[in-house]
């Protein structure tokens, strides 16, 4: 009986089209975004950089929906939690490190904007905005136009529950449900807007939301990357089928204040947090991955030195390099002569 178990989970990732070495890939990733989390904010207590906002346990989600898209033809636009999503796609750990020291070298923004504010062209990430939820109706465009032009491709948007009680959240729901786009709409809900939980910003599912628009809707345990993958990657074939957009709300929970500017602690309990962290889908998948016989103990103690060497090296990279000099203030800002505007 216990044989027939394995042999049933082992073929779970199989079944889904991904390869071992797609799933080992993927834990890889959960992990790194984890472990450069931990550091980021022991930099920041640590007084070296000014700021870092979190997307603990949200990881296993964000990792799985980057392994359904296509990292060639997609459009991706993260929210500033999306550490595990980025790294999935092609972002490097310099990368990020010189985006939280805010360093010239940064590809999001040379520096200028908040970390977790992604960026990239060359990683087909669109320029994020400040203000929540405006990368909705930013993603519907991008959709409009691969659907105009004519091009395979799907916007992906993540968000908080928070930005789910935006404007811009159901402007840009309702234009994609009446023009059929290509689009996938990822809420990752962690409970929290802040200090206000989600039980006191709706009184229904944020899925449940999406048959108004005129598409699908569905809700997924955020621990559970490989339903998580399958969601997304059918969401793209349907947007590709020219079926619409999908909204998928992804459970989890924020076991991290809001930022470091948050004392979470004036809204919740300790006990609450403690309870939050069953919600980890690391460790969930580390033993699916062992119970399929794909990895070790000792393999995953090997991966955390390898990350531990990796974020070492890119902190010390980051903290060396030069900041923007001040007569490139205005760079990236208005279009420069010999410059695509």
Request: hydrophobic letters at 40%; glycine letters at 8%.
């Amino acid at each position: 009986m216990r044989q027939s178990g394995v042999v049933r989970r082992t073929l779970r990732h199989r079944e889904l089209g991904l390869s071992d070495e797609q799933v080992l890939a993927m834990y890889e990733n959960m992990l790194l975004a984890r472990r450069y989390d931990e550091r980021a904010l022991l930099l920041q207590r640590a007084g070296k950089i000014n700021f870092h906002i979190s997307g603990l346990l949200q990881e296993p989600a964000q990792a799985a929906a980057a392994f359904a898209l296509d990292r060639e033809r997609d459009w991706f636009l993260p929210y500033y939690r999306d550490y595990a999503f980025v790294l999935s796609i092609g972002m490097t750990m310099r990368e990020l490190m010189l985006s939280l020291f805010a360093k010239e070298e940064d590809p999001n923004s040379a520096g200028r904007q908040m970390p977790g504010h992604f960026g990239c062209k060359r990683l087909r990430i669109v320029t994020h905005s400040s203000p929540v939820a405006t990368q909705i109706p930013h993603a519907v465009g991008f959709a409009l136009a691969a659907k105009m032009r004519g091009e395979p491709s799907v916007a992906f948007v993540s968000f908080g529950d928070g930005s789910s009680n935006q404007g811009d959240f159901h402007e840009g729901l309702n234009f994609a449900g009446v023009l059929r786009l290509p689009v996938i709409f990822f809420c990752e809900n962690n409970q929290f807007a802040i200090s206000v939980p989600y039980h006191k910003q709706a009184a229904a599912p944020i899925s449940e939301r999406a048959p108004g628009y005129g598409f699908p809707g569905y809700r997924v345990e955020g621990d559970d990357p490989l339903e998580v993958y399958r969601l997304v990657r059918e969401a793209r074939e349907r947007a590709l089928a020219g079926e619409g957009p999908t909204l998928i709300e992804v459970m989890t929970y924020r076991v991290a204040a809001h930022s470091t500017s948050d004392n979470d602690l004036a809204y919740r309990t300790k006990e609450e947090v403690e309870r939050g962290w069953e919600r980890d889908g690391i460790p969930k998948f580390r033993d699916y991955l062992i119970e399929c016989g794909l990895w070790s103990e000792e393999q995953d103690r090997e991966l955390e030195a390898r990350i531990r060497a990796v974020i070492d090296e890119a902190t010390a990279y980051a903290e060396r390099a030069p900041f923007q000099s001040p007569e490139d203030s205005l760079r990236y800002v208005y279009a420069e002569d010999g410059e695509d505007a």
